[in-house]
C-alpha cells in the first residue's frame, strides 16, 4: 500500500492512467482502528484524485473498501490470481519427502507454506499441532518459510512438547512436491488478499484446512473442497485435520473438486486474459 500510494503520487501530471492492485489494503483486520482510519484516509484520496482503476484479487477486498469509503463501484474490477496447474501434475516421490525430513514412508504428514509473521498466524498452526498429537502422536508438522515468528515458534513447539515432531525447514525450493507430500494443509491466517499458497495446493490435490476469512473464502468452500474455520482458533483447526486424516474419502473428494475449480476458475491464462481486457478498456477511454 506505501508503494502504490506512492507511485501514485509519482504519475500526477504524466498522463499515464494509474491502474492499482493492493493485493490486501493497509487497513485490514488486525490492524488498530486508529492507524486503519488514518491509511484509509490516503487510499481515499488516491482512488478518488489518482486512480483510474482498481483491481482487487478478490471480492473482499472490495467489501473491504466500501466499508472504509474507498472509491465507488464503477472504479473496481476483482481478477482473482491465478496459477498454472500443470506445474503440479507432475508425479510426486513422497517418499523423498519425507526421508528429506528424517521421517518413515509412512508417516503422515501435516504441513504449512509462508513467512512465519504475524498474518499467517504460525504459533496458532503449533498450538493446533500439540492438539492433533494428543489424538494422533505419530503425526508429523512441517513448515516451509522463515520470518520473524521462527524463533518463538520453535520455542512453543518445544514448551508444547512437540518438538520432535515439528519441522521447520525455512526456504522451499521445490513447494509443489512438498505440498503434494502433505496429507493436509492448513493455512492459518489472520487476514489475506487472496492467497496464491491456496490455489497451490489445491492443484497439487492436497486437502485444505483454513481460516474463514475474506480471500480463503472465495478458493476454499467449507465442505466441498476443503474446511474453513475462525481464525485464531488453533482447536477448531486440529478438529477438521483430524477429521480429514481419520477420513480418507473425504479427502479424496476435497482433492477432486479442489483440481477440477482451480483449471475452471483460477488459472493464470484466465489471470491474464482478464488483466488485459482491463488494460485495453482504460486505453480505449
Same mark, same amino acid.
Given at each position: ?21 493492493? @493485493? ?16 484509509? !484516509?490516503?487510499?481515499? *484520496? ?30 473496481? !474490477? ?16 513422497? !517418499? ?14 501435516? +504441513?504449512? !507454506? ?18 492433533? @498429537?494428543?489424538?494422533?502422536? @505419530? ?22 512438547? #512437540?518438538?520432535?515432531?515439528? @519441522?521447520?525447514? +525455512? ?8 505440498? +503434494?507430500?502433505?496429507?493436509? *494443509? ?21 486437502? #485444505? ?77
Amino acid at each position: 500500500s506505501k508503494a502504490g500510494f506512492l507511485a501514485r503520487l509519482a504519475a500526477i501530471g504524466s498522463g499515464v492512467p494509474v491502474i492499482y492492485s493492493p @493485493h490486501c489494503f493497509s487497513f485490514h483486520d488486525g490492524v488498530s482502528p486508529l492507524i486503519a482510519n488514518f491509511l484509509a !484516509v490516503l487510499e481515499r *484520496f488516491a482512488a478518488r484524485y489518482l486512480t483510474t482503476r482498481i483491481i482487487t484479487v478478490a471480492d473482499g477486498e472490495q467489501t473491504l473498501a466500501r466499508r472504509f469509503r474507498v472509491g465507488f463501484p464503477k472504479l473496481f !474490477v476483482t481478477i482473482h490470481s491465478g496459477i498454472d496447474p500443470a506445474s503440479y501434475d507432475k508425479p510426486v516421490d513422497k !517418499v523423498a519427502q519425507r526421508a528429506f525430513l528424517k521421517l518413515s514412508k509412512n508417516a503422515r504428514l501435516v +504441513g504449512a !507454506v509462508g513467512r512465519l509473521g504475524k498474518q499467517k498466524a504460525p504459533l496458532d498452526f503449533i498450538q493446533m499441532a500439540a492438539f492433533v @498429537h494428543t489424538q494422533m502422536p @505419530h503425526v508429523h508438522f512441517v513448515w516451509a518459510g522463515s520470518g520473524p515468528l521462527e524463533e518463538t515458534a520453535r520455542k512453543l513447539s518445544e514448551e508444547l512438547g #512437540i518438538a520432535e515432531v515439528c @519441522h521447520f525447514i +525455512g526456504e522451499y525450493k521445490d513447494i509443489p512436491s512438498l505440498l +503434494g507430500a502433505m496429507d493436509c *494443509f492448513v493455512l492459518p491466517s489472520l487476514w489475506e488478499g487472496f492467497p496464491i499458497v491456496l490455489l497451490e495446493a489445491m492443484a497439487a490435490g492436497t486437502p #485444505i484446512v483454513a481460516t474463514d476469512i475474506p480471500g480463503n473464502d472465495e478458493a476454499v468452500s467449507s465442505g466441498s473442497n476443503g474446511w474453513l474455520v475462525s481464525p485464531g482458533d488453533p482447536s477448531a483447526l486440529a478438529e477438521k485435520v483430524l477429521s480429514l486424516l481419520n477420513d480418507l474419502e473425504q479427502a479424496s473428494l476435497f482433492t477432486h473438486s479442489s483440481r477440477e475449480r482451480v483449471r475452471q476458475e483460477f488459472t493464470r491464462a484466465k489471470m491474464l486474459a482478464s488483466i488485459q481486457s482491463v488494460y485495453q478498456e482504460v486505453v480505449n477511454e
